[in-house]
Every structure is written in structure tokens, then in C-alpha cells.
């Protein structure tokens, strides 16, 4: 049977953007998609901007999500943190989990990975689990020894109810920001690993809905290619999403072939 996993394309914006310059992106960036009709798109700002965007955003085929989402459900003493509940308050719908940046700069875990996505998940937020090895592991014939680490670790015992509610970002970290995005085929036959880890962990029918996206320097000259292989059903994309018109062709690749 042939899957019908429904592509999304999410733009993860980092630390970039103060409130006024998201809603000006977001006044360009609606017309260009409003005809979007094979995908889900995504936007990911800054906490600080996620209400703003969120209600701008509102009615249309635009959803927002957070770029990362604290471990302990709350409320409580958690300076500094927020919480999915937060998160949804403010009008956001997904969040992002486990990002290589993430875990490369603020001691992100494949443990606090796994509390995170129950923590989103038990407020009905989607998680998009990032996975993804560093160049050293690429070189040394070992990304699916690495990425299968974080997959049994970061989605340990949850239920095929949870896994069935996430979404996973292959993104290797020597792609990311750098310009050299994976080839298809390299990608390509990451995702098919994942999901065949996903068929061993929650069986068939969670593996065949799982989408599962690339991240790694995408670009509108890139995605099409990208989005050609079967197991590639997305694309979360860094510096290519900070810009409404170039966001926009990515968001549109089928017609920018
Ligand atoms: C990212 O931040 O998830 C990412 C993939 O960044 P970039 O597209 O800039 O490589």
C-alpha cells in the first residue's frame, strides 16, 4: 500500500528575528504561500515571537511551533524554561526537540530528548525529534550506529500511541549551516534506515505515517531533489526560512523545478 504521508516543510529561524521583523516576514511570506496546497508549513521563531506570529497567522495554511520546549511539565521553579502548556497557550502547535545545536551547545541529552517529548506531548504539542551524527561518525562508516543510539535512547518506552504523534529531522550536524547539504542518496538512505528502526521499535503502521524530514542546508535549488526520494518527507530548514520570498520558492518547490 502506498503511504500518504503529507509533506512539511518547517523553517526553523534560531535566534534571529525581534517581534516587528517576524510579523513583517510574515506579511510577505502568507501571499506567497497562500496556494500551498501539498504540504504543511511550519514556522519556528523565537519564543518571544511566537504569540505575535501565531496570531498573525491564524486561518491560515501557516502553523507555528516552538524551538524547544522544557523537560518538566509545571508550572514550578524552573527559571528561564518554558512550558509546552506555555507553548500552546501562546498559539504554537509543534516544537522542536533535540536540535544538534541543542545539544552541541546547552548539554541537550538524548534523556532530556526523551522527557522533552513526552512533556510536548502530553499538552498535544507535535514533536519534531532531531537526530543526526557528526562528521566524524559519517567518516568513520558510523551515522547509523549514531543516529540508532539516539533513536532507542530519545524515544525509549514510549508508547505506539506517542510514537505515532512524532515527526523526526534527520540532520546530519555537518550540514547544517554549512552549505554542504547531503545528497539525496546519502539522505535518502538515512530515512530509510530510520523508518526501518521505527518499523523494529513501533511496527509497521507507525514506520509507514512517520514523517520523517531532512535538515541540513536546504535550499530552493536543492529540496526538489531532495523530496524526490521516497523516504524524505519534509525539510526543516535553518538560514533558507529567515527570508519570505526564498522561504517561499523552497515552501513551493513543486512548481520552481
Ligand atoms: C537547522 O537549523 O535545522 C538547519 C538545518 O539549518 P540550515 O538549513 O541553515 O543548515
Same mark, same amino acid.
Given at each position: ?72 511539565? $509545571?508550572?514550578?521553579?524552573? /527559571?528561564? =524554561?518554558?512550558? &509546552?502548556?506555555? +507553548? ?6 509543534? #516544537? %522542536? ?56 535512547? $530519545?524515544?525509549?518506552?514510549? /508508547?505506539? =500511541?506517542?510514537? &505515532?504523534?512524532? +515527526? ?6 555537518? #550540514? %547544517? ?56 518527507? $519534509? ?8 527570508? &519570505? ?13
Amino acid at each position: 500500500m502506498q503511504p500518504t504521508r503529507r509533506p512539511l516543510i518547517a523553517g526553523n529561524w534560531k535566534m534571529y528575528k525581534t517581534i516587528p521583523e517576524a510579523l513583517e516576514f510574515v506579511r510577505a511570506f502568507k501571499s506567497l504561500v497562500v496556494a500551498a496546497t501539498h504540504c504543511d508549513i511550519l514556522i519556528a521563531p523565537p519564543f518571544t515571537a511566537i504569540k505575535a506570529v501565531a496570531d498573525r497567522v491564524e486561518g491560515s495554511n501557516i502553523a507555528v511551533g516552538a524551538q524547544d520546549v522544557a523537560a518538566e511539565a $509545571g508550572p514550578g521553579a524552573f /527559571t528561564g =524554561e518554558v512550558s &509546552a502548556a506555555m +507553548i500552546k497557550d501562546a498559539g504554537a502547535r509543534y #516544537a %522542536i526537540i533535540g536540535h544538534s545545536e541543542r545539544r552541541q551547545y546547552y548539554g541537550e541529552t538524548d534523556k532530556s530528548v526523551n522527557r522533552k517529548i513526552r512533556a510536548a506531548d502530553g499538552e498535544g504539542l507535535l514533536p519534531i525529534v532531531c537526530v543526526g551524527e557528526p562528521l566524524e561518525d559519517r567518516d568513520a562508516g558510523r551515522a547509523e550506529e549514531f543516529v540508532d543510539r539516539q533513536l532507542a535512547e $530519545g524515544l525509549r518506552n514510549l /508508547t505506539v =500511541e506517542e510514537a &505515532a504523534r512524532i +515527526i523526526i529531522a534527520y540532520e546530519p550536524i555537518w #550540514a %547544517i549551516g554549512t552549505g554542504r547539504t547531503a545528497t539525496p542518496e546519502t539522505a535518502g538512505q538515512m530515512h530509510a534506515f530510520i523508518r526501518s528502526r521505527i518499523r523494529e521499535m513501533f511496527g509497521e503502521k507507525v514506520a509507514e505515517d512517520l514523517r520523517i524530514l531532512y535538515g541540513g542546508s536546504v535550499k530552493p535549488a536543492n529540496i526538489a531533489a531532495l523530496m524526490n526520494e521516497a523516504d524524505i518527507d $519534509g525539510a526543516l530548514v535553518g538560514g533558507a526560512s529567515l527570508e &519570505a520570498e526564498t522561504f517561499g520558492r523552497l515552501v513551493n518547490y513543486k512548481e520552481n523545478r
